[in-house]
């Protein structure tokens, strides 16, 4: 499978500033990545799908203005949370996929801690 | 809406006893079936999964799964588990007519040395 990276693994920020996670495929062309959120002792959360070069696709709840999703080239996405608040701490998890592959490779989570 | 059923949330196992987790998916069409797991403090990681062919499968750590396309089921076995085998469980499954991956909610296994 793909091997997929995320930085950074652990973040933390004051509430009010704004963190960028990127997503990497290291060895995919991954026209299509996900992100999703993990609350503490709960299953994934998805929150959006981005293809590559167009905007993001998100799940109904999710802001877009908070989350901002780039899915520039084949092997980077970046989720940016603006304006972090302690209600956004949690586990950010990328996966990346491609046209018609059915099966999504995930990256190793990045713990966000807003205080 | 589609969606994926895991019915245990929490199993306390002795070693060597014997594993089985459920799981159901709601959906009448073609499905792609995974099976996670996430150790402590550790991202998730592929046991095994599921296109086509013997609905039997075998995955990593002497894992298995029988997909049973009348019960839309996908339980999990392993005939004897370890202490290593703590983690949580989460069953997933990929609908054919998109990319989405839909989640169960996790089954906890403890193992007890």
């Known amino acids: 499978g793909a091997v997929v990276s995320q930085h950074p693994s652990r973040v933390i920020c004051k509430s009010g500033t704004s963190v960028k996670i990127e997503c990497r495929s290291l060895?995919?062309?991954?026209?299509?990545m996900f992100w999703y959120r993990q609350f503490p002792k709960q299953s994934l959360m998805l929150m959006a799908t981005?293809?590559?070069?167009?905007?993001?696709?998100?799940e109904q709840g999710v802001e877009k203005d908070k989350f901002l999703i780039n899915h520039a080239s084949l092997t980077l996405s970046t989720l940016t949370v603006t304006s972090a608040h302690p209600e956004d701490s949690s586990f950010y998890i990328c996966?990346?996929?491609?046209?018609?592959?059915?099966?999504?490779?995930f990256g190793p989570g990045t713990r966000l801690t807003v205080l | 809406a589609q969606s994926v059923s895991q019915h245990n949330h929490h199993v306390i196992l002795s070693e060597a006893a014997s594993l089985e987790l459920g799981c159901n998916y709601s959906?009448?069409?073609?499905?792609?079936l995974f099976w996670y797991v996430q150790y402590p403090g550790q991202h998730l990681q592929l046991l095994l999964k599921?296109?086509?062919?013997?609905?039997l499968v075998k995955g990593i750590k002497g894992f298995e799964a029988e997909f049973i396309k009348s019960k839309f089921s996908f339980n999990l076995r392993k005939p004897s588990v370890q202490w290593s085998d703590t983690a949580e469980y989460f069953c997933?499954?990929?609908?054919?007519?998109?990319?989405?991956?839909?989640f169960g909610k996790g089954t906890r296994l403890h193992i007890l040395p």
């Open positions: 997933a499954v990929i609908l054919n007519r998109d990319d989405k991956i839909i």
């Open positions: 599921y296109f086509s062919g013997d609905p």
């Open positions: 959906y009448g069409g073609t499905v792609n």
């Open positions: 981005s293809n590559e070069g167009s905007k993001a696709t998100y």
């Open positions: 996966s990346v996929g491609s046209t018609g592959y059915n099966e999504q490779f």
């Open positions: 060895d995919f062309q991954a026209t299509t």
